[in-house]
């Protein structure tokens, strides 16, 4: 199991930080963990002490492209471009239009988003795309680069454009709501798992109630894919495990 996306340095798992990661250890190959600009370098310093185990990524969330000044987003592209051996893509980025409403933010956010996928491929990196409620956009933007390792994020679009993605030769991250949301049951049950993966968001989007997230949770997705395919877990999960290294290459 490989949980591609997660959050393990947000405040509310640091007290169980070190518990979580040690317990994922007994059944997970991997945790592909985000650093944002407000936790980067504690990213970087989890990464190190977990080296081989925990992988990470650095991105720019959209919230944070209208909060910060231009200069501030050159200076951490450049901390992107710095720090190029120590991560395994780009994200996450792209848009939001849950929070970010304003004409004006938006397009800034779009011409940013851009600029990130540029530097992901000059960087030669996979990317990991963040598109609440603007998945048509996101896919539009991305589908007229030459990326070809690109990650759709806790994927909450419709059956419809999943489909254009998977034939852009794109990859859906299957998160742990999948086993109660509609359009997600359909993709599990339909579409090529070899363009598929799994995370878990954590510490967000709980499968279980009252509990934060954690990466050993992507197990509650295999084995929902499993059973709507009529599959044992072992065989979804040697798919998505190796899914997951080829496109981060771990």
């Known amino acids: 199991m490989i949980d591609v996306h997660c959050h393990l340095n947000f405040p509310r798992l640091k007290d169980d930080l070190e518990k979580i990661i ?3 250890r007994e059944e997970m190959h ?6 944002l600009v407000n936790d980067a370098k504690q990213a970087l310093e989890l990464r190190e002490r977990h080296k081989g185990f925990v992988h990470l990524t650095l991105g720019v969330h959209p919230e944070d492209v209208v909060a910060m000044r231009d200069e501030q987003l050159e200076r951490h592209v450049g901390f992107l471009n710095e720090n190029r051996k120590n991560i395994v893509g780009v994200g996450e980025v792209g848009l939001d239009y849950h929070w970010i409403k304003e004409p004006g933010d938006v397009e800034r ?7 990130f996928l540029q530097t992901a491929r ?4 996979p990317v990991v795309l963040h598109s609440r409620k603007a998945e048509e956009d996101v896919f539009e933007i991305v589908s007229k680069t030459d990326l070809r390792n690109v ?11 999943a489909q254009q993605i998977v034939d852009q030769g794109y990859y ?3 998160p742990t709501i999948t086993p109660t949301n509609r359009n997600l049951l359909k993709i599990a049950e ?11 968001d954590s510490p967000f989007n709980s499968p279980f109630p009252g509990k934060n997230n954690v990466p050993g949770n992507v197990r509650v997705t295999i084995e929902k894919i499993a059973e709507k395919r009529g599959m044992s877990f072992e065989q979804v999960d040697a798919v998505l495990t190796r899914n997951a290294r080829d496109i981060f290459g771990i």
């Open 22 to 24: 040690e317990a994922s």
């Open 122 to 125: 000059e960087m030669r990196l």
């Open 109 to 115: 956010c779009k011409e940013w988003f851009k600029i």
């Open 172 to 174: 859906i991250s299957m």
């Open 190 to 200: 339909r579409f090529p798992l070899e363009q598929m993966v799994t995370e878990t």
């Open 151 to 161: 990650v759709f994020h806790h994927y909450s679009g419709n059956v419809t454009l």
């Open 30 to 35: 991997a945790i592909i963990t985000c650093g």
